[in-house]
Structure formats: C-alpha cells, structure tokens
C-alpha cells in the first residue's frame, strides 16, 4: 500500500509518518511538505533515513501532488494551524482560505484522479463559538468547569460531542476546516472513494518549535523553560481556560485501522459515521493556571503577567469527548498529560 502524507515534515506529519513507518514497515510512504514551517526542513533527513521519500511541494498546485505519484490514501496533516490566523498575525484572511481550503480541493481532486482514499485530520475548532463562548462556568481549582451541560446540544461532562452545533461563527480558521470537511465528503459521496474525518483536540508533543500558533501546551511550557515572556489573556487574566490535548502518535492505531480499509462499528447517531472525535478528553485537560503549577515543580517560580481583554475566538472550557470514537472504533488516546507535558520540556 503506498501512502501520501502531506505536511509531513511538520509536527504531526512527521509524527504520523515515523510512527506508521516504524510500526508498519508494509507501507510505502511519501511525504510533502513546503518547508514553510520553521525547523521542518530539519525533519527530513531523519525521515528518509526511515525509507521514506519526501518532496518539496504545495499541497495547493496539481503539479506538486503529482510528483507524489499515485498512491492508495491521502492522510492530510497540512494546514494552517492557528485559530488567530487571517484576524491575526502574518497570514491574511485569503491566505487561510486558499491553504487550507483550496489545498484541501486539490488534494480531493488528486484522490478522484487516482482512485485513493482521503483521511483528514480535522480540529475542535469546528464547533460553534457563541454556545461555547457563552457556558456558565465556575473556577474549580483553578480550571473553568461548566456549571451545567446541555445534552441536547452535544455537551456533557464527557466534553463537546459531535452532536455539538457547527454553525457560524467557527473562525477563519474553523471555517475552513469545516468547508473542507464538507467538501471531502461530498467527493467521496460523488467519485467512489473512502473519507474520514478525524476530528482531534489540541495534539502535542515533543518535535514542537514552541510557537503559539501550534497549540497552548508546547508554547507555554517551552516558554517557561526559556525564560520568555508569558501572561494569562482573557477571562479576569487568571488563566482558569481550559482544552485538552492528544499525542499525534495516539492517531496512529487509528489511521492504521483506517487504512486497512476496516469499517467502524454500527451508530445509531443522526451524524455521519466518517465524522468522529478523536483527543485526550477530560483525563487530558487542564488550564493554563494548572500547566503552570506543572511547570513551576519542574523548572521553578516565574511570573506571568495578565491580561484581562480576551482576544478573538477565546473560548473558556474547550474539551471534546471522544466517547464515539471508543464506541465505533474501539479506540482511546494512551499518552497521559503528564507524559506529553515532560516529553515537550525535554526537548
């Protein structure tokens, strides 16, 4: 079987393709990446040590993806990733859109051309921010925890469900993850071939730069260890939010299974079965004023400074449940927040 995997010298692309080359060396696997990314071209060796071939190209022009060859599944690790991004910071709001989207169209174009199967790795931040935004939370030791859930709407103390509302406003960013979604599974639906969607929560680890825009634990943490400025945004400054995380290696069983063609078992719910979530869930969670005491026993005391202003999209309590993906795939994530917290400050 030979595998596409693109943005795969970034953190989880080169995750996934070390971890699926080292547990399943049957495959055939090639990567691409445009080496944007900060410290991605320093993966690439190490990788083709693996056996793997790497190319350097753009997800969003045909020419690229053919250099690929053609291959029996797309496993799409490139995006960019920052909820912030084209409201924010260097990318602008057309720039979102044509990676992560018109990307996304062209890889679902090349999929039709060969006859391969397309995996997404999809986010949380494809639900609704209003109803999230809006959550009556209490601070309990230091963490948001709602002070009431609302089945009816995909929220439980398990965390936001796939049942949970995808309406606007999701972000930029959110938006175009969750056109893609649609778009993906409207050409699987229309050309013949097989779509997930993975849908994970903040994925983390070691093999991060320690940049804001890859998720809070390796940024804060990294920033502790270095030394370099931090403060609590939003919220009364207190750093009470909450999200949880998942090892990009915890995937890997999943993709796996996926891959092998396996189909999940049977779900009554009205959501399309090739839609789950995947993360660490509550057991994974914590706010930023707990990953903060966690970085106070291993590096020493440091101030961080607050903020009370929020900043667009902030969300108080973002935790998802990953209790369909235990149900249809028999799958859990293994790597607990204490193990992916000391392997980034390690690195």
Request: aromatic fraction near 8%; glycine fraction near 10%.
């Amino acid at each position: 079987m030979k595998i596409l995997v693109t943005g795969a010298c970034g953190f989880v692309g080169s995750t996934v393709v070390r971890e699926l080359r080292e547990r399943h060396p049957e495959y055939s696997i090639v990567g691409l990446d445009n080496f944007l990314r900060e410290g991605s071209r320093g993966n690439r060796e190490p990788l083709e040590r693996l056996g793997v071939r790497i190319e350097e190209g753009d997800i969003r022009l045909a020419a690229d993806l053919e250099r690929a060859g053609p291959v029996d599944w797309v496993i799409d690790c490139a995006a960019e990733p920052s909820v912030l991004a084209g409201v924010q910071g260097s990318v602008s709001s057309f720039g979102v859109m044509d990676h992560n989207l018109i990307g996304t169209i062209q890889l679902l174009e090349f999929c039709k051309r060969h006859g391969a199967g397309f995996i997404l790795l999809s986010t949380s931040r494809v639900y609704s921010i209003k109803p999230l935004a809006s959550l009556d939370v209490a601070e309990v030791e230091g963490a948001f925890r709602p002070r009431q859930y609302l089945p009816e709407l995909g929220l439980t103390a398990a965390g936001i469900s796939e049942q949970f509302p995808t309406s606007p406003p999701v972000s930029l960013y959110g938006a175009s993850k969750l056109c893609s979604e649609t778009l993906a599974l409207e050409y699987g639906d229309a050309f013949g071939f097989p779509v997930w969607i993975n849908r994970c929560g903040v994925l983390a680890g070691a093999g991060q730069f320690g940049k804001a825009d890859q998720g809070i634990f390796s940024f804060w943490i990294r920033s502790w260890r270095d030394s370099r400025p931090l403060r609590y945004i939003g919220f009364d400054g207190q750093g009470s939010q909450v999200r949880d995380c998942l090892h990009p290696k915890d995937l890997v069983p999943l993709l796996h299974t996926q891959l092998s063609g396996a189909q999940p078992t049977p779900d009554i719910s009205a959501i399309d079965i090739r839609i789950c979530n995947f993360s660490g869930g509550t057991a994974n969670a914590c706010s930023l004023a707990q990953l903060s005491a966690w970085c106070q026993n291993r590096f020493g005391q440091r101030d961080v400074a607050s903020q009370r202003a929020p900043r667009p999209y902030d969300l108080p309590w973002v935790v998802l449940d990953a209790g369909r993906a235990q149900r249809l795939w028999n799958w859990q994530a293994l790597t607990p927040l204490n193990d992916i917290c000391a392997e980034i400050a390690a690195t």
